[in-house]
């Protein structure tokens, strides 16, 4: 937990990256407390570059520790200070390497057929059933796997859930006639347990970018 006289740590964001969303989320569901800065990476601050030279969200910076550069770090720092709600299965001895096995698939392997979908619907490719078609082995895992209990890892929510959620949230919108009648139902509900939950409204709520206003935001669960 952060000493109460501990300057708080800061998070640069950027409301709908995906590695963003998912780092607010670890954050939210930690109870943890950032300031947070949203930027705009056409018109990066000079403090962000200068505590993280690669220049892209999401960064947390403190004021005597490493900066975290990774969104699922970020989680992980956030979950390991205070994890209240048991994400990440403590008393399991594999259910860790179990959540990172699933998230390191989405992160590595659907991400960038989720971007050549994506581009394909951008630019009225002529391969966008193809490119779709690409995506659908790892939503119909996730729905093999929510058939069989009511989160992706067990009866119990995750930080596999959470981290898994915004590319799921992306997929969902590129061809959303499609996605709504797809054969995917509990994925469906799993997803929008998610998207009409306090805590989505709360990490997805829009601020003044930090360079315009100063403003000093703090992101927690209060």
């Not at 000093?216 to 669960?221: D, E, G, K, T, V």
Request: proline share 6%; glycine share 2%.
């Amino acid at each position: 937990m952060n000493s109460p006289t501990a300057p708080l740590p800061i998070l640069y964001s950027l409301r709908n990256c995906p590695y963003a969303i998912r780092a607010r989320i670890g954050i939210y569901r930690a109870r943890q407390k950032v300031i947070l800065r949203d930027v705009k990476l056409s018109n990066k601050p000079k403090e962000m570059i200068s505590a993280s030279p690669k220049g892209t969200v999401p960064i947390l910076v403190f004021e005597q520790a490493p900066v975290i550069e990774q969104s699922l770090e970020i989680m992980l720092w956030a979950l390991r200070s205070s994890d209240p709600e048991n994400l990440l299965h403590q008393e399991q001895d594999s259910a860790l390497g179990d959540m990172l096995s699933l998230i390191d698939t989405f992160d590595n392997q659907f991400k960038s057929r989720l971007e050549q979908y994506k581009c394909a619907k951008r630019y009225h490719g002529d391969n966008v059933t193809e490119s779709r078609a690409a995506c659908e082995p790892y939503l119909q895992d996730l729905e093999q796997r929510l058939n069989k209990h009511q989160f992706v890892i067990s009866e119990q929510e995750s930080l596999a859930d959470l981290a898994i959620l915004p590319f799921i949230r992306q997929f969902a919108r590129v061809e959303r006639q499609w996605y709504l009648q797809a054969p995917y139902p509990k994925l469906r509900h799993w997803l929008n347990n998610y998207l009409q939950s306090k805590m989505f409204s709360k990490v997805m709520t829009k601020h003044p970018l930090w360079l315009d206003t100063d403003e000093i935001i703090i992101l927690s669960a209060e």
